[in-house]
């Protein structure tokens, strides 16, 4: 494994990108969800350096990476991730893993770029149902959206209590990156612009979420999704919508978990992720996709319905 290089920068149609790189191996690409950054992903990362070579990116408006040009669409973000790709040099197949947004990313690439892909790690991802917290939902009224997106300790402190069922995850530091993250020139803009063009007040918006699912079903990427039953973004019932529609996917539920399996559950998802592209069908982006078993203690719940979140 090469000595952890820590967050850097890099340029990215012509815009400054926040990134991080270590370890050696097949390439994986985590993307976080919106209005976070790349940090949402530390835990994983540095597990998975001991194995791939890894990058973490701040997507466009996010953390330390600047606004892209264009609007920021879900096909704009996906063609930036085929940019970075390209600018770090990663020249076959990527492992991606997405939280949230950046699950819909993920998916994105897959179905306009499908060489660039190895596997779907779908983590708690955004576009697998309409339902979606009313805190995002309220952002598509104007002027309430920009209202509410104004940077206070109070508001950051919401949000992080939000995406953790376990309220010891939420800490002072979580709360103080947050509202660092809020105060910058961009993120409220880019953030209103990116969940404007997925949804509105009603919820997430079906037009997209029905091509982009039937496009990534008629695929032969082996794909990964997981929930936590107590996720309060979107609920874990989008889990049995994603069994329902990708059905060669394989899924796990964990439970008494929130929004960020990859903080909350680091160790089980870091596990869960080892076997799935340990499979034939992951480790060989052109193999067909195959269920496999994983060896983990909750393993009888991978195919339970997965219950509404509280």
């Known amino acids: 494994m090469s000595a952890a290089q820590g967050p850097r920068h890099v340029t ?19 993307l976080h969800g919106v209005g976070r ?3 949402d992903f530390t835990d994983q990362h540095e597990r998975l350096a001991e194995r791939f070579r890894v990058h973490s990116v701040d997507l466009p408006g996010y953390g330390g990476s600047l606004p892209m040009a264009e609007p920021h669409t879900l ?6 991730v085929g940019r970075y790709l390209d600018v770090v040099g ?34 708690n991802s955004a576009g697998f149902g309409q339902e979606v917290t009313l805190a995002l939902r309220l952002l ?4 309430l959206g920009r209202m509410m997106l104004r940077p206070s300790r109070a508001a950051a402190r919401r949000v992080e209590r939000a995406l953790f069922h376990d309220p010891a995850f939420a800490t002072a530091e979580r709360i103080a990156y947050a509202l660092e993250v809020a ?4 993120t409220a803009r880019v953030m209103l612009e990116t969940v404007r063009s997925l949804g509105g007040f009603r919820g997430v918006r079906p037009q997209w979420r029905e091509e982009l699912l039937t496009q990534l079903a008629a695929l032969a990427v082996p794909t990964l999704v997981v929930w936590g039953d107590r996720d309060l973004i979107l609920p874990a019932a ?8 990708l059905p060669r996917a394989q899924t796990h539920l964990f439970r008494d978990c929130g929004h960020m399996p990859q903080i909350e559950r680091a160790e089980e998802l870091h596990r869960l992720l080892l076997d799935f592209w340990a499979t034939p069908a992951s480790s060989d982006a052109g193999a067909a996709v195959v269920t496999a078993t994983i060896e983990d203690p909750r393993a009888a719940e991978h195919r339970r319905p997965a219950p509404e979140a509280g």
């Open 238 to 245: 989008h889990l049995e919508a994603a069994r329902t529609r």
């Open 75 to 80: 096909p704009a973000l996906a063609r930036f």
């Open 90 to 123: 990663v020249d076959r197949p990527a492992h991606l893993v997405g939280n949230s947004l950046g699950g819909a990313v993920a998916m994105r690439l897959a179905v306009t770029e499908p060489a660039r892909v190895a596997s779907l790690a779908l983590v």
């Open 140 to 143: 598509a009224l104007r002027p």
């Open 37 to 39: 950054t790349l940090r």
């Open 183 to 186: 105060r910058q020139p961009y």
């Open 12 to 30: 990215v149609g012509g815009r400054r990108v926040r990134h991080r790189i270590d370890g050696d191996g097949p390439p994986v690409l985590l």
